[in-house]
């Protein structure tokens, strides 16, 4: 069964500064991994993917997310925060070769301050 | 495309009502997934839909729930009777390969 966690449900960071949201996943076999996020009152929009491909993977907004194997990790970062990037993150995970079921986290809630 | 369309956006009624939420999903996916979030329970997959057929519905709450997919364009979750504790934002998304597209979602309120 796959599984997904991600570490800090609230993250502040400065404009212009570092983001980096961490997640962790569990899969027995090779996973499809993605970032996914919401904006207040609207629902889920892709940021990134991971099929198998690069393990460094670019998506909008100037985001993008390192496959580690070794480490079963897909952390976001953004090397300069901007106030609209104010949003909840979700990390999800899909086993290949599945019924593309995804399994969330539980999200990060990213404020940015002025 | 438009995109995953649901309605009503927003949705107040009382208790012991009975709810329809509505989705089109978008031309050509063929997997059709209904979620519902709250505060307290984040994300959760209720039911999924392959080519109109239910796959998994373990995560329907209770028999008070029900979704159908009569046919590739519309799906609807139903809720009769509703309860207070149902209050929340349900959201319907489309696939055609493991990228899910999510529609705005409907928010629930039962008074």
């Known amino acids: 069964a796959q599984s997904v966690t991600q570490l800090g449900s609230h993250v502040s960071v400065s404009e212009g500064a570092l983001v980096l949201l961490r997640c962790n996943y569990s899969s027995s076999v090779p996973p499809y991994l993605f970032w996914y996020v919401q904006y207040p009152n609207q629902g889920l929009q892709l940021l990134l993917k991971y099929t198998s491909a690069a393990t460094l993977v670019k998506g909008i907004n100037g985001f993008e997310a390192e496959f580690k194997k070794s480490e079963t990790s897909f952390h976001l970062t953004k090397p300069s925060a901007h106030m609209s990037d104010a949003a909840e993150y979700f990390c999800a995970v899909s086993e290949a070769g599945s019924a593309r079921q995804l399994t969330f986290g539980s999200g990060t809630q990213l404020t940015v301050l002025p | 495309d438009a995109g995953v369309i649901q309605s009503p956006r927003h949705e107040v009624t009382e208790m012991g009502q009975e709810v329809t939420l509505r989705c089109k999903p978008i031309?050509?996916?063929?997997?059709l997934f209904w979620y519902r979030q709250t505060m307290m329970r984040g994300l959760e997959l209720l039911i999924y839909f392959n080519n109109n057929v239910p796959i998994d519905d373990s995560g329907m709450p209770e028999d008070r729930f029900s979704a159908k997919m009569p046919n590739a364009s519309f799906s609807t979750l139903k809720i009769q009777p509703s309860e207070p504790r149902d209050s929340a934002v349900y959201f319907c998304a489309s696939s055609l390969d493991y990228e899910q597209f999510f529609g705005p979602g409907t928010r629930l309120t039962v008074l």
């Open positions: 031309s050509g996916h063929d997997y």
